[in-house]
């Protein structure tokens, strides 16, 4: 299979790792970086061996040779390239949040055409964990699903960062704050698990600021949530909680459930503190009440997938990456819902 002709525009935090997934990968192969700052686009293409680079979206976009496109800065500024990018006619692969508002998720589908256009919100589905949860709700083993939650309260540490990045609690510059940062993998995971049976409709949820005792821990003038909640009801029954939290005064503490009226399952999106990663599968057996099983644990292995090879795999053979735009869209929905139920202190329809 060919590699997919790509360029990077990014080179910041997280372009980094989206050219170390490239490296290996057979199916990719980075001609081109592009950044701003001229010392960082140098360093990257030195560092990788990528000897052409750009100072501009501008100037890597008129390179005739580049097939796809990844996007790895804040949302503020990579949407305007996002739109770019698909009237140009090239493939896209978009770091997370997938834009700022629903309206924006719109407008690329309109401007998509036969490009693929792939999403860096799976990341924590293609591990061993998520596909033996996926595997063990398809098996019907859990029955009816009743309700999908997750928590992650993320406790302040010792001392703050010294250069909180100014864009990470920011309404402007990155759509919100530890909703949009994080929230999208959440999302995506418990979405994917489940198969993206979950039909939202409505939802009431709250988020509050960063406290003031913790005021340090990100940049002057942040103005977006540190910790949210949200409860979302969907077709047939089923009901969503959502809760996330970072720099907060409570321990960590981390859950995310899919609970059925034959069995819960018990996932690890992310390494607990105390102990390995697993999935714990609770079944109600007659005469012997709960029974519990470890379906998975760490060490088991995952699927040889990440989103650089998902997406360029998608480009070679026509099939969809694993989260596309239509999937993205409905988690921008929640998104954009769980902020204007906030303000309007009340619930609201998805």
Known sequence: ?????????????????????????????????????????????ERFGVSCRYGSDE????????????????????????????????????????AGKAEDVRKMMALQGDRVVGCCSPRKFFTGHAQAAAACV????????????????????????????????????????????????????????????????????????????MSAYVAPGSDADAHFMAMVTCEDDIVLSMERAEFSSARSDQAWQIIGTDGTLYMTMSKPADGPESVILDRFVPGEGVVRETIWEQGQGGPEMDVIRDFTEAIRTGREPQTNLERALIMQRITDAIYASSEAGMSVPV
Not at 68 to 77: G, R
């Open 1 to 45: 299979m060919e590699p997919v002709r790509l360029g990077v525009i990014g080179c910041g935090v997280i372009g980094p790792s989206h050219l170390k997934l490239a490296a290996p990968c057979s199916t990719a192969d980075v001609i081109a970086v592009a950044d701003l700052i001229p010392e960082r686009v140098e360093a990257i293409g």
């Open 59 to 98: 100037e890597l976009l008129a390179d005739d040779r580049i097939e796809a496109v990844v996007l790895a800065m804040p949302v503020e500024d990579r949407t305007p390239v996002a739109f770019k990018t698909l009237e140009r006619g090239r493939h896209l692969l978009l770091e997370k949040p997938v």
């Open 138 to 213: 398809a098996s019907g083993a859990l029955g009816k699903i009743r309700m999908v939650r997750f928590r992650a309260i993320l406790g302040a540490s010792a001392e703050p960062n010294p250069a909180p990045p100014p864009w990470r609690e920011s309404m402007a510059q990155n759509g919100g704050g530890i909703l949009v940062n994080w929230s999208c993998y959440d999302l995506d995971y418990v979405m994917s698990i489940t198969d993206w049976q979950l039909k939202p409709q409505t939802l009431a949820a709250k988020w509050w600021p960063v406290a003031p005792a």
